[in-house]
């Protein structure tokens, strides 16, 4: 027989959907075996785990927030130092890549620059307070668990280029204007910490971040100087410049 679970509970649990009450309550969701494993693995705090073995598929299905509701369900604890009021340096990794994400707003792309992140070995990733929210539902699934292993902190992106600067790190960001990505002499990057500026999908960078921004990078299009789509998605944009930062060594 299933365990019973109030409309309260459910009704709850539905709430979190939304970010006024992921806030609130310092917690949000996550659906999935594999991601709810991940969860468990990591060093966030489980507070509830629901299994439609346990309660059933009918409260499973009042549970999800997503259009396939999965066979489990987790609530976890937000981290406590999610953000960042006032930059300091020693917010910065000691050396190598990160990312710093100018007003990224569409959820499926703040998950997979989080999970590409991951993929790639960037241990941390930075983002303007007008950055979508991690804990959205449709973040937290596109990471496919990368959510619960790459640091992630809401700041100031000018104080953090300006930190970066500070330590003789460079400042890296994508422009229409910029060098040739494949041709440019990335080596700096490698061993100082430096940063890559990912800009919003459709205002790219801002112009406040984008004076602080100390190489201008490019990626070209194929065939070169021919009319075809005006620009990348930041996903991809992202994948493609870390990638080839790693394949420089």
């Known amino acids: 027989m299933p365990l019973p679970v109030s409309h309260n509970e459910i009704k709850f649990v539905k709430s979190l959907e939304q970010k006024k009450f992921r806030d609130e ?7 999935g075996e594999k991601m709810v494993e991940e969860a468990l693995r990591s060093s966030f705090t489980i507070t509830r785990v629901y299994r439609e073995e346990e309660v059933g598929k009918t409260v499973m299905e009042r549970l999800s ?80 668990g990368a959510i619960f292993r790459v640091k992630f902190h809401y700041c100031d992106i000018c104080d953090l280029c300006e930190a970066v600067a500070s330590t003789k790190g460079n400042v890296y960001g994508t422009f229409l204007d910029g060098e040739d990505i494949y041709t440019k002499d990335l080596s700096t990057g490698l061993h100082a910490p430096s940063v890559i500026v990912i800009g919003n999908e459709s205002k790219g960078i801002s112009r406040e971040v984008g004076k602080l921004v100390t190489d201008r990078l490019f990626i070209p299009s194929w065939p070169r ?21 790693r394949r420089r060594g």
């Open 225 to 245: 100087n021919e009319r075809g789509s005006e620009s990348l998605n930041a996903a991809v944009a992202t994948a493609i410049t870390i990638a080839e930062f």
């Open 25 to 31: 309550n310092e917690l949000f969701v996550v659906e």
């Open 65 to 144: 927030q997503l259009s396939s509701p999965s066979p489990v369900l987790a609530l976890v604890k937000k981290p406590l130092d999610l953000e960042i009021e006032e930059f300091q340096i020693d917010k910065l990794p000691n050396k190598g890549l990160f990312l710093a994400l100018d007003g990224i707003r569409d959820p499926g792309n703040l998950g997979t620059i989080i999970r590409t992140a991951d993929w790639f070995g960037i241990d941390a990733v930075f983002a303007s307070k007008d950055t979508v929210d991690l804990f959205n539902p449709k973040v937290v699934q596109s990471t496919m």
